[in-house]
């Protein structure tokens, strides 16, 4: 029977970055004996100009009746005149909290063939692997009150951060589990020297450490654990912290890498059912010109592969996808944003990427 994926292409690069993830996904799957019935759905800007709204309930729908949800990138220059309630990011927040995604995966490790293209010294990058747990569907973003008030002159304007003790246990067990199957060291970010969340979580992220003993334990304020990330990036193993923070964090974990243009992420519910997305934005300046890196994209179908599939072949097919991708930029293999600054170096585009990947994957089984 083929399990059902819905696919949201979304806005700018999306839809390419996501047809190459596809064909990736549907030749990857195929070698464990998956197969995949794909529904395309649309999120985003491409929703406002064609429903007025960037999110519908019957999308929700539809993705909570498939077995993952696969995204490309939301948003543009074109819709930020919009009202912040209405524009294509409030798809995304709306999603996640319609499907119960409470958990962010963003890994970031270095590959041996990239370690140049980082902006930090090679030395410090090389071997670079961590995850941040990211917790998604609390804290600022959505605590109540908020909003404006006021004129001209006297304005003001005011978010609530709020936690409560289940939604901190239920992100700080991801983040355990995960540094179980990895090098058993977890540093929780935090701001407790001042804020009374904070607070709240080093107590609750302390009780789970309890249950987890073969597994170390740090807490590391924000700000500090910011520095060490660029200055001492390789101590790190999983991070977990709370949405802001987790934000920021991953973000800046990406850029250590070298290019966002690399990264998947993973935002999980109870159970495991997922949305897999690249990390990059949509990039509309070059949408359309086949010059977009899908390999981000193509690397969220490894983490679909092994998170919704575990017992079907699930991690088998994402360690292929992986050992492609990797076996691709050995090579030589680059798209422009891969190209450190004066190299001179002949360039692939998106489509031709995929299908070097699929190559990739196809001499894997042999």
Known sequence: MAERIVLLPGDGIGPEV????????????????????FTTELIGGCSIDAHGTPLRDEVIAACK???????????????????VSVRPEKGLLGIRKALGLFANLRPAAVFPALVNASALRPEIVDGV????????????????????EGAKGARRAFNTMVYDEHEVARITRVAFEQARIRRRHVTHVHKANV???????????????????DVELAHQLVDSCAMLM???????????????????????????????????????????????EPVHGSAPDIAGKDI??????????????????TESGGAKAAAAVRKAVT?????????????LPGEKRATVGCKQ????????????KS
């Open 18 to 37: 996501t047809e190459q993830a596809r064909r990736v996904l549907v030749a990857a799957g195929r070698a464990v004996g998956l197969e995949f019935e």
């Open 65 to 83: 009746q498939s077995r993952a949800v696969l995204l490309g990138a939301v948003g543009g220059p074109k819709w930020d005149a919009m009202p």
């Open 129 to 148: 692997d961590m995850l941040v747990v990211r917790e998604l569907t609390g804290g600022i973003y959505f605590g109540e009150p908020r909003g404006r």
């Open 195 to 213: 804020l009374d969340t904070s607070q709240l979580w080093v107590e609750v992220v302390d009780e789970i450490a309890k249950e987890y003993p």
């Open 230 to 276: 660029v200055q001492q990036p390789k101590k790190f193993d999983v991070i977990v912290t709370e949405n802001l923070f987790g934000d920021i964090l991953s973000d800046e974990a990406a850029m250590i890498t070298g290019s966002l243009g690399m990264l998947p992420s993973a935002s999980l519910a109870t159970g495991g059912f997922g949305l897999f």
């Open 292 to 309: 977009a890196n899908p390999l981000a994209a193509i690397q969220s179908v490894a983490m679909l592969l092994e998170t919704a599939f």
């Open 327 to 339: 076996a691709v930029l050995d090579a030589g293999h680059r798209t422009g944003d891969l190209l």
């Open 353 to 364: 990427m995929g299908d070097l990947v699929l190559g990739a994957l196809e001499r894997g």
